[in-house]
């Protein structure tokens, strides 16, 4: 059988039916391969860095794993960007990278790097040697990616293996079981520290959300009577509007936030691994007593010296804590300075929206936090958002509400701009039937714009919503604080684009809406449009960015 026909059929056996890329002279084999079935489909985009944010949105969105082609060298480097956004958010994807032929690797053919140059954006990167064991490899890199820690994984197949027709060795099984259960010791003393507690507080992270576990992460945290608080990677774990949910740990969370987490006798972080960005390099004071649940031992000690490690997923620590916890008399709330969870949950969600109040305008230009709580108006509660890298997003953190684990779609600790649309195109993809909305800056929005074009070409009905206030404003106003530049010294006023128009041009509609009350008419009629809808929303270029705001 030929191996490019043999690479499809793989793909399609293992569930894994979209397929994001370019087409390559070296790629041509698998695209001619691809595109005589019905069970699979191409996505083609416009650019190389977005088709892994592609299939990085389908994943986070859906819980399925994605493919990508692209061709060596300059398609593989362009798409190593959201190889490492998928990396550090440990989600999963199969990269299918052309690699130059054998016999003349080494000799500077055209589009040559040598495969290893990808090792470190990857959760494993395979090179496939022999045109007879290509099928193995790719079975055993799917199930790679799909083993908890979950992660991107790069199969390089030369293109001249691709068109051979060659024995092809069968792939054995490949297990995709992780480390097995918590350790019961383990659950028993998490259990015993955390009924103990009176002001417990729950630290909820992007594993989580990658096991499916936000039932048994409510349950726990309801019979801790414990505020939830998440990171940017676990938001939407638990619905915003839950009374025991307390925000976002983040470079910008406000001092209550803060507070709520240095005040807890107790805290059970779980699906984390405490990186430097949500903790702002682990300045965030948590408790001593902390229960720390993962599944990688090298999470262990970083940052915080956990009183319990638990090495275990989410989907099995929590219903084990949980069931430990039933056995147990939970202390709670004891003497009359301490309060309920729900209070305590209460009072930093209302701190919160004391500290924007002031910011909360009605007409142009608007703040990020009013066109954010328009959009949120605007939208049906299950839609599904994807947010960029920048300003939008880190108040997106604080004053955009999720309201489940898969409705949120974010940059982790890599937080590269260029995000949004390309991974609202995944999400679209994996979710026909959903309301999928891009937010975007008009920063990041430019190094993706591209991809306006795909979502027409695709016929994807998903909705833009540009935030423009002509700048990269979270760069300018740090130049300006603490570096004496001009106000506004990475603008470009002078030279204003007309999004609207450059919208129509590539054939999507576009509306612009300056006033809180136009954007929410304007995003909810375009979503309930059945057509791709941009809409421009001119903000404030010097209104205050969210970390400075918040921490005062």
Not at 99 to 117: N, Q
Not at 295 to 319: F, I, M, N, Q
Not at 359 to 371: C, G, K, Q, W
Not at 471 to 479: L, T, V
């Amino acid at each position: 059988m030929q191996v490019d026909a043999a690479v499809v059929d793989a793909l399609v056996s293992n569930g894994i039916d979209t397929v994001f890329g370019i087409p390559g002279k070296q790629t041509l084999p698998l695209n001619e391969a691809i595109g005589g079935r019905e069970d699979v489909q191409f996505v083609m985009a416009r650019h190389e860095t977005a088709v892994s944010h592609q299939a990085w949105g389908y994943a986070e969105t859906s819980g399925r794993t994605a493919a990508t082609v692209v061709v060596p060298g300059p398609g593989d480097m362009n798409a190593m960007n959201g190889l490492k956004n998928a990396y550090n958010d440990c989600t999963p994807l199969i990269h299918i990278a052309v690699e130059t032929d054998p016999e003349i690797r080494g000799g500077e053919g055209i589009h040559e790097t040598p495969p290893d140059t990808y090792d470190n954006v990857v959760k494993e990167n395979v090179l496939v040697e022999r045109p007879e064991g290509a099928i193995a490899a790719l079975e055993e890199a799917v199930a790679i990616a799909e083993t908890a820690p979950k992660g991107p994984v790069r199969v390089g197949i030369p293109k001249n293996f691709l068109g051979m027709d060659v024995a092809l060795a069968g792939a054995p099984e490949y297990s995709r079981a992780g480390p097995a259960g918590a350790a019961e010791s383990d659950v028993a003393a998490a259990a015993e520290l955390l009924a103990e507690a009176t002001e417990p507080v729950v630290i909820a992270g992007g594993g989580v959300r990658a096991a499916d576990a936000s039932v048994d992460l409510e349950a726990v945290a309801t019979r801790l009577d414990a505020p939830v608080v998440t990171t940017y990677k676990g938001k939407g774990t638990i619905p915003a509007d839950h009374p025991l949910s307390a925000g976002t740990l983040s470079g910008s969370a406000p001092p209550a936030l803060l507070s709520l987490l240095a005040e807890a006798d107790a805290a059970l972080a779980v699906g984390t691994n405490f990186d430097a960005v949500a903790t702002r390099a682990w300045s965030v004071e948590v408790p001593d007593e902390l229960v720390h649940v993962t599944l990688d031992p090298d999470d262990l000690g970083t940052g915080y010296e956990p009183a319990v490690s638990v090495l275990a997923d989410a989907a099995e620590a929590l219903p084990a804590i949980g069931e430990a916890l039933a056995d147990r008399d939970v202390a709670g709330p004891t003497g009359t300075d301490e309060t309920s969870g729900t209070e305590r949950a209460g009072a930093v969600r209302a701190d919160f929206d004391e500290r924007v109040d002031g910011l909360r305008v009605t007409d142009a230009p608007l703040t990020s936090v009013t066109a954010l709580e328009a959009v949120r108006e605007a939208l049906p509660r299950e839609t599904i958002v994807a947010a960029d890298a920048g300003g939008s997003r880190v108040w997106g953190l604080n004053a955009f509400p999720a309201y489940g684990p898969r409705s949120y779609v974010n940059p982790g600790s890599w937080a590269t701009m260029g995000t949004s649309l390309p991974s609202a195109i995944g999400a679209q993809v994996a979710n026909p039937d959903a309301d999928v909305v891009s937010i975007a800056g008009d920063g990041g929005f430019m190094m993706a714009v591209h991809e306006i074009h795909t979502a027409v070409a695709a016929d994807l009905p998903l909705t833009v919503v540009l935030f423009r206030n002509e700048d990269y404003a979270i760069i300018s106003e740090e130049a300006e604080r603490s570096y004496a530049l001009a106000e506004s010294a990475y603008g470009w006023p002078d030279a204003p684009i007309d999004f609207v128009a450059l919208a129509e041009s590539m054939g999507m509609t576009g509306v612009r809406a300056e006033s809180r009350d136009a954007v929410v008419e304007a995003v909810a009629d375009a979503v309930a449009s059945d057509e791709p809808v941009l809409v421009e929303v001119p903000t404030d270029p010097h209104e205050p960015q969210a970390s400075e705001w918040l921490a005062e």
